[in-house]
């Protein structure tokens, strides 16, 4: 497990590079996600820490001033890093804009920056993920299905420009045997489904298309464009016959009626009850595991 330690002032940029390194196979702890209403947060915390095999310490201008419990998390951190061989790598400071760290221990650990490229600075902390996790045996979501608990875990794709909108369910389903996967775009999604084989699809109806879907379509039908292209058997590696759940806004009549023509597991209309969303997926699991 990575952990994403962060000032609050900084969440925005830490939410993308959570779901970065989450669409990489990563398992990621970061508190919006993970912590949930009436755990003990600083004892949440602090085991998370102890428990993780990486820690990414996002340093900014604000973090690294900051008073409060993220100067709490990095000291934690710099502890697990005592226990550790000399040679280890367990903290990978992050900076996203220029600012000089100010505990003196991280001086001497190689930092990352995600400016002036951020693209860059996220393949970077890929390539030391990597090479940490696959030196302690960590298997990624990629190479799980050697394991056999971790092949029983269900592997689900949401698709949904907003990220917010996902958030109330991750923490729950990944905590009941799902691994969750967030695509913001028709571009990202139908990436995903050719390089990971996927047990479940929850679908948005409107999202941006990019150019994955084809020219000339509408982010109002790109969820549409996208189950039809799944059907047909159009994405290379995606089941056609994968389950499906649209989870969406009231869609246009005729819009609706094409969707479930094309033959959907379930269809929640936004606002959805958190417990009808872990119902459906629920039902679903024992399907799909019945099936395997």
Known sequence: ?????????????????????????????????????????????????????????LLSSKSVTKQGYVQNELKAALEV????????????????????????????????????????????????????????????????????????????????????????????LTKIGFDCILAQTGDEAVEELRKRKYDIISLDIMFPPGRALGENISPIKAGLRLLEMIRAGQIENCNKDIDVIVLTARMHQEIESQIKAFGISAYLQKPIEYSNVIETFSKLKEKIKSQK
């Open 81 to 172: 890093l005592e226990s550790l061989p000399e040679t280890e790598v367990f903290i990978i400071p992050l900076r996203i804009e220029e600012c000089s760290p100010t505990h003196e221990k991280l001086l001497d650990i190689h930092w990352v920056d995600l400016f002036p490229s951020y693209e860059n600075g996220i393949e970077e902390i890929l390539r030391s993920c990597k090479y940490r996790l696959c030196n302690i045996s960590i298997s990624l979501s990629d190479s799980q299905s050697q394991d056999k608990k971790e092949s029983n875990r269900i592997k689900a794709l949401f698709v949904e420009d907003e990220a917010s909108a996902t958030q109330p369910y991750f923490w729950r």
């Open 1 to 57: 497990m990575i952990f994403l330690s962060y000032a609050k002032e900084d969440e925005k940029i830490a939410e993308k590079i959570y779901y970065d390194l989450k669409n990489h196979g990563y398992d990621v702890w970061f508190s919006k996600v993970s912590l949930f209403a009436g755990q003990k947060w600083k004892a949440e915390i602090k085991k998370a820490i102890k428990n993780s095999k990486l820690f990414v310490a």
